[in-house]
């Protein structure tokens, strides 16, 4: 058994933050996972680390879009309705949390935990060698139609007040800034000052390099359960040689309920899945991210390619991929782009962790007294992960916070 440490499972970009700013508290760090640092959802999402990102995915107005995206193949939303009889009671829960006063707390949490986070990765980057892969730039949305609906008109008022400053761009003014972009778009909302992740893979396996040359541990095991000693974990049963704990951090995305159901508690997480196409050779030049409104996916230019990713999936964490969905985010991307060279190009498919209210759980376990939880970032666990783990290394080591971890606690729900 190896001696006892601060043990954080899951070796995405929550965990790996976790563990750097955990090792920067001067703890002793074991990351375990099953895979390679940044090999699940953290490898192929967006890239975004728009740190004006404030809204939650439910706002009054959205509800009555859904049943023509649903009726749509190629909709953003798709629900595998063999899967909505155990979806039920989060989709209830979604739905209130997109009540006006709600959704004003949530918006100002998410703010509060995305804000610092461009400035977070900069420094947690240049420390890792790796600053080429966080870059600065606007964030478009796109639009087919000049006037907003309704939800668009309540996000844009939530980032002007939580977030950034926008800007509302006409047709040639949002062409002036991208050239190749399809004359579809009417109108335009720019956030400057924004920024994207080149690679959110290498991002994660790069800073998980950096926290194993200070001396942290990274296993590659299977957590299957824990050995407790009145209320506390004293070990983490694996697939290999138990580790011994002194405290323990749950970061393990969309698989995390499967760990705190072994601890005696659950919370409502499930999992909203999304896809990606990247385009090695595309022909097309982009300078923004731009997220595509009517389809819901989101245009970045990576090391590797031009990456189109987004929409959502409720299917459940152990259906197979359907890559049909893949599919129509490329055809949405030729009428984004016409011109555009489609192959080669790569699919992915990931597992938002999601929360009914849009935001993680942050904070000490409700049953475990040296247990804490760190998941649940639904769209935004990029943006949110630098300071999640600055707070949980916080909490872990008593030192003082910097934001009011209040409206991320797991007894909320
Ligand atoms: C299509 C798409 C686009 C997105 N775009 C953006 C974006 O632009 N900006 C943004 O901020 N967010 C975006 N996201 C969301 C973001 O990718 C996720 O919120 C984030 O990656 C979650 O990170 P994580 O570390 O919590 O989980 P993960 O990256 O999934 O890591 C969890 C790790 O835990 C490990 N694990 C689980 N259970 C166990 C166990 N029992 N034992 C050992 N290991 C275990 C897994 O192997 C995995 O490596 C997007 C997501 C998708 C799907």
């Not at 939880?373 to 630098?386: C, D, I, K, Y």
Request: hydrophobic letters at 40%; a positive charge.
């Amino acid at each position: 058994m190896s001696e006892a440490r601060t043990v954080v499972i899951g070796a995405g970009i929550v965990g790996v933050c976790c563990a750097a700013y955990l090792q920067r508290q001067g703890r002793r760090v074991v990351v375990v996972d099953r895979l390679p640092p940044g090999e699940a959802t953290s490898f192929g999402n967006a890239g975004s680390i728009s740190w004006s990102s404030c809204v939650p995915i439910a706002v009054p107005g959205l509800l009555p879009k859904v049943p023509g995206w649903l009726l749509r193949r190629d909709g953003p939303l798709t629900i595998r309705w063999r899967y909505l009889p155990r979806l039920a009671p989060w989709l209830w829960r979604f739905i209130r949390a997109g009540r006006p006063d709600r959704l004003e707390a949530s918006s100002a949490a998410m703010a509060a935990l995305h804000g610092p986070s461009l400035d977070l990765y900069r420094s947690l980057a240049r420390d890792a060698g790796i600053a080429d892969l966080v870059r600065s730039t606007g964030y478009l949305h796109v639009y087919t139609r000049s006037r907003p609906d309704r939800a668009e008109e309540i996000q844009w008022r939530l980032v002007a007040r939580h977030g950034g400053a926008i800007e509302v761009l006409n047709g040639s003014e949002l062409r002036a800034l991208e050239p190749h972009l399809s004359d579809r778009y009417v109108q335009a909302v720019h956030i400057r000052d924004q920024g994207y992740a080149a690679n959110p893979g290498r991002l994660v396996k790069g800073l998980a390099r950096h926290v194993a040359s200070g001396g942290a541990e990274f296993l590659r095991r299977e957590v299957i359960g824990f050995d407790l000693s009145g209320d506390r974990v004293r070990a983490l049963r694996t697939d290999g040689a138990p580790i011994e704990a002194r405290e323990v951090v749950i970061a393990a995305g969309a698989w995390s309920v499967r760990l705190t159901r072994m601890l005696g508690f659950s919370v409502p997480l499930d999992t909203e899945r999304g896809y990606h196409v990247t385009l090695e050779d595309p022909g097309v030049k982009v300078r923004h991210t731009i997220m595509e409104t009517e389809r819901k996916f989101v245009a970045t230019p990576m090391e590797m390619g031009l990456r189109f990713a987004g929409t959502v999936e409720l299917a459940g964490i152990d259906a197979a991929p359907d890559y049909r969905r893949a599919e129509a985010i490329l055809r949405g991307a030729e009428r984004m782009f016409p011109g555009l060279r489609a192959d080669p190009h790569t699919k992915w498919m990931g597992r938002r962790p999601s929360l009914p209210d849009g935001l993680p759980v942050i904070g000490p376990s409700p049953r475990q007294s040296n247990v804490y939880l760190a998941f649940g970032h639904a769209h935004t666990g990029l943006v949110g992960a630098p300071n999640t783990g600055r707070l949980v290394a916080g909490m872990v080591a008593r030192t003082p916070l910097n934001i009011d971890p209040a409206p991320y606690r797991p007894e909320r729900f």
